[in-house]
Nanobody, 129 residues
Framework: QVQLVESGGGSVQAGGSLRLSCAAS????????MGWLRQAPGKEREGVAF????????YYADSVKGRFTISQDNAKNMVYLQMNSLKPEDTAMYYC??????????????????????WGQGTQVTVSS
């Protein structure tokens, strides 16, 4: 069983920074993407940033481009999300997620929660104005 564990959430003022970490453990499987989605109260879960295991290609939501940076350490099975210039609208529960090619992940866009087989428990990010 694959497990994802997030850390690094918290509360900051607008303009501040936070770094989220996601540690993957369990059996080795054929992963393509790993990264972050978020869900604010009353809103749908949305893709934030993902990174490909193979070539390191990155994908960002338009709302975070230029402010967030995703990176990975494949040797440690870790993915990181550096969040700078945070805004109150970034307030949400952030979930680490990973897909599994054997589950047909390629059928879905990277922004779709349906693509992802494995999920972390979530970490709260709160940005005050």
């Amino acid at each position: 069983q694959v497990q994802l564990v997030e850390s690094g959430g918290g509360s900051v003022q607008a303009g501040g920074s936070l770094r989220l970490s996601c540690a993957a453990s369990g059996y080795t499987y054929d992963r393509d993407l790993m990264g972050w989605l978020r869900q604010a109260p009353g809103k749908e879960r949305e893709g934030v940033a993902f990174i490909a295991a193979g070539d390191g290609a990155t994908y960002y939501a338009d709302s975070v481009k230029g402010r967030f940076t995703i990176s990975q350490d494949n040797a440690k099975n870790m993915v990181y999300l550096q969040m700078n210039s945070l805004k109150p609208e970034d307030t949400a529960m952030y979930y680490c997620a990973a897909d599994d090619r054997s589950s047909g992940s390629w059928l879905y866009a990277w922004t779709s929660p349906a693509r992802y087989t494995y999920w972390g428990q979530g970490t709260q990010v709160t940005v005050s104005s």
